[in-house]
């Protein structure tokens, strides 16, 4: 007869979501801009929340507030990496896995890795791990979302007023950008936005944003623009330069 | 081999229902079978325009449920020997319209020989405009030069890429064709009106014509006559034209440039 339950040993693959501050509005406000209020961003992803870059530590936390912050968008978070012992308690309480300790362990050997390989345990940023490019033909319409996990996205289309392409790598629009583009998506700040014909409603690096509601700057309207981070920590901004293609 | 095209927009009030009219009654005359079906249950409209609203005793609906069948329903146009109208229910709700449901009415259209089936859809992005394009193989996508009708317009787009048969079956894509209606050259020449070029370059879809706002549209509808008959109006050779393109030949755009009147004229008026 079959044992009820039977125990393995696995691994998962979960996104870090790398706070720098516990603020829930704070997060929430920026999660809005980020994401534009899409619920359901993510498609139910397991999710550690990793405080590590947090310097300042309030002294009580809402877990359950901030989980389901991040439930809206479509995560679920599991675990915490990176809080100091005194908050350890409150987070178990939440129903969080506390993960410092057990990331030292002696990782399990991974299957065969296809994409992704065995990566080392990501500390602050998550390094580069990056699959082959997705590519788009078509036109991104209002309402529709591109997500390439992992990689670079490659739109050959326009990307419309109201459409959202997002890659964890760098995201290339040959075709008009008017909508919104969000590139390094799970915190690689190394990553760019390159498009062709430079128009959009946001634009995003590793969580770096900008809008353009005042009108996008007559330099760039139109022209071949790549964005890029520039600086560190707080004072990391958006670079915004025109190409040369010819 | 029938050719299912549906006429959407996302947004309502643009033109679909006219269009449909207009461009069913153009491929009749140019001798194809063919239904135009209307598939705004709960509103009804397209029997007022198609002017055949007194002899409606069947419905989509009814024919979906079983209730009557497609020889009963269909209701033979006044003005072309091979266009038949499948009209829409006043006082069922969208539920009745089932996927299966409609597949099965297309298919016995199918059956029937028809060559074009015409699906003029309801306004929105929810079931009824839904279950219209599911089945299309061409889209005339709807829209006003104005830029809450082109986000509503892409916004279909996206829906007819995502939810449609061909799509989710990974077959060739749903062919689709932009007709800008209620254009007024004289309103863009003076800079009050998106162009139609401004507009084919946000929908990057190929343009299929570009229908004036004419007032004979207006009263072509009160007779419940498709404009297409009005033979003098540019809204009736606009519509011509679309058709023609739509089976292939080329015909170039009028009704797009605006002549400022010449001073006699304004001094003297005249028509
Ligand atoms: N070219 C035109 N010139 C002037 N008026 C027009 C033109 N095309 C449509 N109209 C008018 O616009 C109104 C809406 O047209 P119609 O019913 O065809 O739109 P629709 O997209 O089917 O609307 P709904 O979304 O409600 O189904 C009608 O009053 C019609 O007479
Ligand atoms: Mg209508």
Redesign the pocket.
């Known amino acids: 007869m079959a044992k009820p339950i039977e125990f393995k040993a696995g691994s998962l693959h979960a996104m870090s979501a790398v706070l720098r501050e516990i603020d829930n509005v704070r997060l929430a406000d920026a999660l809005q801009v980020m994401l534009g209020g899409i619920g359901e961003f993510f498609a139910g992803e397991p999710a550690v929340i990793d405080v590590t870059q947090v310097t300042q530590f309030p002294t009580r936390i809402d877990w359950p507030g901030l989980q389901s912050l991040l439930r809206r968008y479509g995560l679920q978070p599991v675990a915490l990496r990176g809080a100091p012992e005194a908050l350890h308690a409150g987070a178990r309480k939440a129903g969080l896995a506390i993960l410092d300790g057990l990331d030292k362990e002696p990782q399990l050997p991974v299957t065969p890795a296809t994409e992704t390989p065995p990566a080392p345990e990501p500390v602050a940023a998550p390094a580069p791990s990056r699959g082959s490019p997705m590519v788009i033909d078509r036109t991104i319409r209002s309402g529709q979302q591109i997500y390439a996990r992992g990689s670079d996205l490659i739109v050959l289309g326009a990307v419309s007023n109201g459409a959202e392409v997002i890659a964890d790598g760098n995201v290339h629009c040959y075709g008009p950008l008017r909508g919104r583009a969000l590139a390094g998506a799970s915190g690689e700040r190394s990553a760019r936005i390159f498009s062709s014909n430079f128009g959009p409603e946001l634009i995003a690096v590793a969580g770096v944003y900008r809008t353009f509601e005042q009108g996008i700057p007559q330099a760039l309207a139109g022209r071949a623009v790549q964005a890029r981070l520039q600086g560190e920590g707080e004072q990391a901004s958006l670079l915004l330069e025109t190409l040369i293609t010819d | 081999m029938t050719r299912i095209v549906v006429v959407t927009?996302g947004?309502?009030?643009?033109?679909?229902?006219?269009?449909?009219a207009s461009f069913a009654s153009g491929l009749a005359l140019r001798g194809f079978k063919t239904a135009v079906i209307d598939f705004?249950v709960g509103?009804r409209?397209l029997d007022l325009?198609m002017g055949c609203e007194r002899r409606v005793v069947y419905d989509l609906v009814n024919v979906i449920q079983g209730e009557a069948n497609l020889h009963q329903a269909l209701i033979k146009d006044k003005h072309c020997e091979n266009l038949f109208v499948l009209p829409a229910s006043q006082t069922r709700d969208k539920d009745a319209l089932t996927e299966e449901g409609v597949e099965k009415v297309l298919n016995d259209l199918k059956q029937m020989g028809f060559d074009y089936v015409v699906c003029?859809s309801?306004?929105g992005i929810e079931r009824g405009a839904v279950m219209a394009l599911t089945f299309a193989d061409e889209a005339l996508i709807?829209t006003n030069p104005e830029v809450s009708s082109i986000r509503d317009s892409d916004r279909i787009l996206g829906i007819l890429q995502s939810k449609s048969r061909r799509a989710k079956e990974g077959q060739e894509a749903v062919k689709e064709h932009l007709v800008i209606?209620?254009?007024s050259a004289k309103r863009v020449d003076e800079g009050e009106m998106l162009s139609y070029k401004d507009v084919q370059e946000l929908l990057r879809v190929p343009l299929l014509g570009v229908?004036?706002?004419?007032?004979t549209?207006?009263q072509a509808?009160n007779a419940g006559s498709p404009?297409i008959h009005n033979k003098e109006s540019d809204?009736a050779e606009a519509y011509e034209d679309l058709v023609a393109r739509f089976l292939g030949e080329t015909r170039e755009m009028r009704f797009v440039s605006y002549e400022k009147p010449g001073i006699l004229k304004r001094i003297f008026g005249g028509a």
């Open positions: 927009s947004k309502g009030g643009v033109g679909k229902t006219t269009s449909s705004d509103l409209n325009i003029d309801p306004a709807v209606t209620r254009y229908i004036p706002e004419s007032e549209v207006l509808s404009v809204a």
